[in-house]
């Protein structure tokens, strides 16, 4: 794979390079470019951060800044299974928070956690634009919707061992 090295621990593909190289001209492009390092490496690590720093000239520091401002910017790699559950308002009201904290048990899981075996990450998200089938919970593309807590062992364990 081309790319450039941080001191052996991190290659950037050269898709992520090329789009470095077009956006970091432009003004406001922190956001974008985390958003394209995040796409293509599943989070931001610190290698990463440290590369992205170098490469654009942004100080570390602002772009640690907003990958902690931002809770969609991840700085630990997820689960090989991500699992969403929406909070949006109307899966909310439908009780998405019970159907957090029951995967959480199942799983053993803190928040912004990961199982030990690597197989599965659980976030809140603020929505995944179906309503109508509220409450919705995601497992990578998967959808799942109008679902009760019993509903949730079944769904994980479609997914164990995959």
């Not at 942004?58 to 910017?73: D, E, K, N, Q, S």
């Not at 928070?97 to 803190?110: F, H, K, M, P, S």
């Amino acid at each position: 794979m081309a790319g450039t090295q941080t001191a052996g621990e991190i290659t950037f593909p050269q898709e992520l390079l090329s789009f470095i190289e077009e956006w970091k001209v432009k003004p406001g492009s922190l956001i974008m470019i985390l958003h394209k390092t995040q796409e293509i490496f599943g989070f931001i690590s610190r290698p990463a951060a440290n590369e992205l720093a170098l490469l654009t000239g942004i100080p570390l520091a602002r772009i640690y800044g907003v990958i902690t401002f931002y809770h969609f910017f991840k700085t630990t790699k997820p689960g090989k299974h991500k699992i969403s559950v929406c909070l949006g308002t109307a899966c909310y009201l439908k009780g998405a928070q019970d159907l957090i904290v029951e995967t959480r048990n199942i799983l053993g899981l803190e928040p912004d956690g990961v199982t030990e075996d690597g197989q599965f990450s659980i976030d809140p998200v603020r929505c995944v634009g179906c309503c109508g089938l509220a409450p919705v919970l995601t497992v990578g593309t998967d959808t799942y919707g109008k679902l009760t807590k019993s509903m949730i062992p079944g769904i994980i364990d479609k997914y164990r061992n995959v």
